[in-house]
């Protein structure tokens, strides 16, 4: 039972924290005006180590919420990677001290870093590359975020709001700053095709959240991320999108209905051939087709290169971070550059075990039913799992945060209950009084409305 005094306890601590998180923005500004950048960073890792300690759930909202302006201050690098590290260096030792259960998620994410490990420090091709380790530490990185979230997973609906509202954040930043290459808005150090990526996910939480919460509070975000994914010209961001979008519109609908659906567009696409060339040109803007095509000829052969060197080398591959290198020795391509596709990617650099390892955490995270709130997370993981059909997003963390930490909570709902449909949270077991043993149980009688009372028991009766 709840008393009085709990109530006030929660309450002043509720209050106590919005009121700090108001005032953290002006204690950083003056610390950083007056006492310099390194007394005002000192503070705030002090903070976070308190707020990760006491409510980890918090400090992984915090991560994805300081996402847009930490990638803001370094240009896509620095201060962004620098939090996550901290972040799961506080958090997993914070979560293993609490004794967790083994759990099929948690094993196979040792698993995918063990292997990504060896194919680091022992590549079967010899090849000098420097700075391989910074692709290698991102992704343990956020494989380090995964496992985080899946030990202590925050409010699903926390999530998605949170991602919307940075992702909005992120897509006025770019806007206002109006930074474009070729007639395509970019900006944060990456190219169009990533920063459409990365404005993919907070578009597909806001309008889950519209669906699910049926609040037009959601829209401007939403519209505000449309608009910059727009701008990109991206193919590979608007697939991304359109994936997403399809799962929160299928949200809740009936089997019947979603093959409706599915029938409906291939219907239109039969009938109507020049409409997806219409509207792709619509889309891609000022990008001609020949540009299209010479992008798309590339991506193929590095695509077939990569698959001919997971074919040969099975086991760790030749090596994380080296494909490029690779490529551009390569007589069938010789161009240095990546293969635009991760799954590719790791079966290449780290072997098709690793691959395996990976599509196993996301079978194990997605192909499950959700309650709306989790539904929501699982629509942005299958957005950002359609994105790495088309680029190298796993080890870039303006992109890939969302996913870690929306991919955790999911594996923790399927770990802790199963994720049954619709349900949040498991009913407690009916416990039945046993008989006393010197009472009688009442005879069975029938139904008040179905007795008949004699007629000759009312004549005594009156």
């Known amino acids: 039972m709840l008393t009085g005094r709990t109530n006030i306890r929660s309450l002043g601590a509720a209050t106590a924290g919005k009121a700090a998180l108001l005032a953290a923005g002006p204690v950083a500004v003056h610390l950083a005006l007056f006492h310099g950048v390194a007394t005002a960073a000192a503070v705030a890792a002090a903070g976070f180590a308190w707020l990760a300690w006491a409510r980890p759930e918090a400090a992984l909202l915090a991560v994805l919420g300081l996402v847009?302006?930490?990638?803001?201050?370094?240009?896509?690098?620095?201060?962004?990677?620098?939090?996550?590290?901290?972040?799961?260096?506080?958090?997993?030792?914070?979560?293993?001290l609490g004794a967790p259960r083994a759990r099929l998620d948690l094993l196979l994410i040792l698993l995918t870093a063990v292997a990504l490990t060896l194919s680091w420090l022992l590549p079967a091709v010899p090849l000098?590359?420097?700075?391989t380790w910074k692709s290698y530490g991102l992704l343990l990185v956020g494989l380090g975020l995964l496992a985080a979230a899946v030990l202590t997973p925050p409010d699903p609906r926390r999530v998605a709001r949170t991602v919307a509202?940075?992702?909005?954040?992120?897509?006025?930043?770019?806007?206002?700053?109006?930074?474009?290459?070729?007639?395509?808005?970019?900006g944060l150090g990456l190219n169009p095709n990533y920063v459409g990526a990365a404005l993919a996910l907070p578009l597909?939480?806001?309008?889950?959240?519209?669906?699910?919460?049926?609040?037009?509070?959601?829209?401007?975000?939403?519209?505000?991320?449309?608009?910059?994914?727009?701008e990109t010209r991206s193919r590979g961001a608007f697939v991304m999108a359109a994936a997403g979008l399809a799962c929160v519109l299928f949200l809740g609908r009936p089997l019947r209905h979603k093959a409706l659906i599915v029938l409906a567009l291939l219907t239109a696409a039969a009938l109507l051939p020049g409409t997806l060339d219409s509207v792709e040109d619509d889309l891609t803007g000022s990008r001609s087709r020949t540009e299209l095509t010479s992008n798309t000829a590339v991506r193929e052969k590095a695509a077939l290169l990569?698959?001919?060197?997971?074919?040969?080398?099975p086991l760790r591959g030749i090596g994380y971070a080296l494909f490029p290198e690779y490529a551009r020795n390569s007589p069938g391509l010789g161009v240095y550059m990546n293969t635009h596709n991760d799954y590719l990617r790791l079966a290449a650099e780290a072997g098709p075990v690793t691959l395996v390892l990976l599509l196993a955490l996301l079978w194990l995270g997605l192909a499950r039913r959700y309650p709306p709130d989790h539904a929501v997370l699982q629509a942005v993981c299958v957005a950002y799992a359609a994105g790495l059909l088309f680029a190298n997003a796993l080890t870039d963390l303006v992109i890939s945060t969302p996913f870690w930490i929306c991919l955790g909570c999911l594996l923790a709902r399927a770990g802790r209950r199963g994720a049954l449909p619709h349900r949040q949270g498991p009913e407690p077991p009916r416990q039945e009084t046993p008989p006393h043993p010197h009472r009688r149980s009442p005879p069975l009688?029938?139904?008040?409305?179905?007795?008949?009372?004699p007629v000759h028991d009312v004549r005594k009766a009156e």
């Open 445 to 453: 009688s029938t139904p008040p409305l179905l007795t008949r009372t």
């Open 128 to 131: 000098h590359v420097e700075h």
């Open 165 to 186: 509202g940075s992702g909005a954040l992120l897509a006025a930043l770019l806007l206002l700053r109006g930074a474009y290459a070729d007639g395509r808005l970019t």
């Open 68 to 96: 847009p302006a930490l990638a803001a201050l370094g240009h896509g690098a620095g201060p962004l990677p620098a939090a996550a590290l901290g972040a799961v260096a506080l958090l997993l030792p914070r979560a293993v």
């Open 204 to 230: 597909v939480a806001a309008a889950g959240l519209i669906r699910t919460s049926r609040s037009w509070l959601w829209v401007p975000p939403g519209a505000l991320c449309a608009c910059a994914l727009v």
């Open 306 to 313: 990569a698959v001919r060197v997971a074919v040969d080398h």
